[in-house]
Structure formats: structure tokens, C-alpha cells
């Protein structure tokens, strides 16, 4: 038997812009009212494609800074 009471769902979201003194990307596991909140406040929000357990802003939590990605590395020249 199904429940009628949809359960919550938490979402990874990830935008561009200071939040609290962090300049550059950040993300947050936000609930439904949240990702709404950040998605008409920041236009570069966007979906990082994980879900998470809990909202990070109704746990009063900031949302997390985000690693630049590291440059690629070369490999080194093979000798015949």
C-alpha cells in the first residue's frame, strides 16, 4: 500500500555568488521551498546530480564552498 503523504526530497544544488563572506561557487543540500528560494536569487543555480539526506538552510547550515577543479595533469613523454 502506497502512502499519500509524499515524502521530502533534498537536492544538490550548486550556484555562483557570495553567500555569507564565500566568493566563487558554492553548493547545498536544499529541501523543495529552498531550492526555489536559491533558484529565483541566483540564476546560475543549477542541479549537481546528488541527493541529499537533509536540507543544509532549514538545519541552519551555510552552504559549502566549491573545490575549483584541479587542471589536468600531462602525462610524461613516453621514450621508444
Given at each position: 500500500?502506497?502512502?499519500?503523504?509524499?515524502?521530502?526530497?533534498?537536492?544538490?544544488?550548486?550556484?555562483?555568488g557570495p553567500s555569507?563572506?564565500?566568493?566563487?561557487?558554492?553548493?547545498?543540500?536544499?529541501?523543495?521551498?529552498?531550492?526555489?528560494e536559491i533558484s529565483?536569487?541566483?540564476?546560475?543555480?543549477?542541479?549537481?546530480?546528488?541527493?541529499?539526506?537533509?536540507?543544509?538552510?532549514?538545519?541552519?547550515?551555510?552552504?559549502?564552498?566549491?573545490?575549483?577543479?584541479s587542471p589536468p595533469?600531462?602525462?610524461?613523454?613516453?621514450?621508444?
Amino acid at each position: 500500500m502506497r502512502s499519500s503523504k509524499p515524502y521530502a526530497q533534498f537536492v544538490c544544488l550548486r550556484w555562483d555568488g557570495p553567500s555569507e563572506g564565500v566568493v566563487g561557487p558554492v553548493e547545498a543540500d536544499l529541501c523543495r521551498q529552498h531550492r526555489e528560494e536559491i533558484s529565483l536569487a541566483h540564476d546560475s543555480a543549477r542541479g549537481c546530480g546528488k541527493l541529499g539526506d537533509g536540507c543544509d538552510l532549514c538545519k541552519e547550515r551555510e552552504p559549502r564552498p566549491v573545490a575549483p577543479p584541479s587542471p589536468p595533469t600531462e602525462d610524461p613523454p613516453r621514450i621508444p
